[in-house]
């Protein structure tokens, strides 16, 4: 089954088909048209713009929110504590990562002892993460 709704100034009266009351011309009204697949044509209904709300709402209260499993990454199952000690490990790593490229875009040469001190720290925390959650696609 598929449904069309559309909104439309009321042009001619026609009859509401859930309070079964009188649309006026010149009301808001709710045009909904039916594609049934047991029918030979589609129909249409139309109601008062406020009667096709209270439906809405009605329907979504009988029927009420549940959320869906969102896709994308599955959240590491980790404790609080060890969620904390990746993060900071994380970022350290993003800040170390970060100098060595400044180092080496400012003076290569110079620098390449202060980088080779920098990546053995980076080495350790990509010992240290392991522990808590393993290494970041990312990373490798
Ligand atoms: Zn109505």
Redesign the pocket.
């Known amino acids: 089954m598929l449904a069309q709704v559309w909104v439309a100034w009321c042009k001619k009266k026609s009859i ?1 088909k ?2 079964n ?1 009188l ?1 006026l011309s010149g009301l808001p009204m709710v045009y909904v048209r039916i594609r049934d697949t047991n029918r030979p044509y589609p129909y249409t209904m139309r ?2 713009l406020h ?1 096709w709300l209270a439906d809405a709402i009605d329907w979504l209260e009988k029927n009420p929110y549940t959320r869906v499993n969102s896709p994308g990454r599955k959240r590491l199952q980790l404790s609080d504590e060890d969620r904390k000690i990746r993060l900071k490990l994380l970022r350290r790593r993003a800040l170390l990562v970060f100098r060595q490229r400044v180092l080496a875009y400012n003076n290569p040469k110079l620098a390449a002892d202060k980088i080779g001190k920098m990546q053995e720290k980076v080495d350790i925390i990509v010992k240290d993460i392991c522990k808590v959650g393993g290494v970041p696609k990312s990373w490798k």
Do not use: F
Request: proline share 0%.
């Open positions: 509401c859930t309070c009351e649309i109601k008062h009667c």
